[in-house]
C-alpha cells in the first residue's frame, strides 16, 4: 500500500479548514486536484474518510484516525528533511581524523574544542598513527583527514594542505653534561643515550637518517609511546631526547628538564593535513578542514 505524503496533508488540512475550496485556494491546487487525491486515499484505504455536513466536510471515524496518524507522519517526514538539510550543510556528521602524536599533542586539542563548541552535532573520531600510515589510511579512505610530519609513500591520490609548524629542541635532565650549553647540532649529542619514540614515528625516522648521514651510531636506549613518557625518562637521567619544544615546555618552567635549542635546519618543522582527491569530502570534513587550515 502507498500512501502518498502529499495527499495525506492535503487530507489534514482539509479536516483542519472544513472545506476543500478552502485548501485549494491556499495550496493553488485546483479544488478538483485534492478532491481526486482524497478520492484515492479512500480507494487505496477501503474506506470512507469525508462527509458532508451543513458546514462544509468533515471526517468519519476512520477519517479523524487517518488525520492523527498523518499528523505524527508528516511531523517524522518534516524531521527526516530537517536532519537530513543538516548534514548537507554540515551542521551535522561524523569526521575521521588520523594524526601524528605530534599534531595530538600540541594543537589539536584546543582547536577541536573550539570546532566542537561551534558544531556540536559534528562527531570526530581520532586516531594516532605514524605519518606513513596517516598517508596510506586518507589514500584508502579509511579517514577523512590526515595530520602528518613527514611525506612518505605515494601523495598521488591525495590533496595536501598546510597545517602547523614546530620546533624541536634537545631535551636533558637537569644533572645531564648537556644541560648547560646554550644550543647544540644533533651530532655533538650522539655520544650519549638517547630515549627514543616508538618505531616509525616522524622524529625516530629524522634522527636515524641524520646520524646515518653523519655515519655515527644513534644510540636509543629505551622507546616510549608517548612524550609524557620520554618527559618523565629523560628526567630520571635514563637519556637524551628530541621533541617538539613547545611540549616539553611546562617540564623546563618547572625546572624538571632543561631544553636545548637545536641548530639543524630539519629541526624547524612544518606539519601537513591531507585529505584523498578520488572521493567527495562531507561538508561536515569540508567546514574541520577550513577550521584547521590556517587563514
Not at 79 to 96: K, L, P, T
Not at 148 to 172: C, K
Amino acid at each position: 500500500m502507498h500512501l502518498d505524503p502529499t495527499s495525506l496533508r492535503l487530507f489534514v488540512r482539509v479536516l483542519e479548514t472544513g472545506t476543500i475550496a478552502a485548501v485549494a485556494e491556499q495550496e493553488f491546487i485546483a479544488a478538483s486536484a485534492i478532491s481526486k487525491r482524497i478520492s484515492e486515499l479512500e480507494t487505496s484505504l477501503n474506506t470512507q474518510l469525508l462527509v458532508r455536513t451543513n458546514r462544509g466536510v468533515g471526517g468519519t471515524q476512520a477519517g479523524k484516525a487517518l488525520a492523527q496518524l498523518s499528523r505524527g507522519v508528516l511531523h517524522q517526514l518534516e524531521e527526516v528533511h530537517a536532519r537530513m538539510h543538516e548534514y548537507s550543510q554540515g551542521v551535522r556528521g561524523e569526521v575521521r581524523i588520523v594524526a601524528n602524536i605530534s599534531a595530538i599533542t600540541q594543537f589539536l586539542p584546543s582547536q577541536l574544542k573550539a570546532f566542537l563548541d561551534q558544531h556540536p552535532f559534528i562527531q570526530i573520531q581520532l586516531e594516532e598513527r605514524i605519518s606513513s600510515e596517516i598517508i596510506e589510511t586518507v589514500a584508502q579512505n579509511q579517514a577523512d583527514i590526515g595530520i602528518f610530519t613527514e611525506v612518505l609513500g605515494n601523495t598521488e591520490n591525495l590533496t595536501i594542505y598546510p597545517y602547523q609548524s614546530d620546533r624541536l629542541a634537545l631535551i636533558t635532565a637537569n644533572q645531564h653534561p648537556l644541560s648547560q650549553a646554550q644550543n647544540l647540532s644533533f651530532i655533538d649529542t650522539l655520544q650519549y643515550d638517547y630515549v627514543g619514540l616508538h618505531t616509525g614515528s616522524a622524529i625516530n625516522n629524522k634522527l636515524l637518517q641524520a646520524a646515518a648521514a653523519a655515519e655515527k651510531t644513534f644510540r636509543m636506549r629505551i622507546q616510549v609511546t608517548s612524550y609524557e613518557a620520554l618527559l618523565r625518562m629523560v628526567e630520571q637521567d635514563l637519556g637524551i631526547g628530541i621533541m617538539p619544544q613547545d611540549i616539553a615546555q611546562p617540564y623546563v618552567t618547572t625546572h624538571r628538564v632543561k631544553a636545548i635549542p637545536l641548530n639543524d635546519s630539519w629541526a624547524s618543522r612544518n606539519l601537513k593535513l591531507c585529505t584523498s582527491n578520488q572521493h567527495p569530502l562531507s561538508q561536515a570534513t569540508l567546514r574541520l578542514l577550513e577550521h584547521l587550515t590556517p587563514s
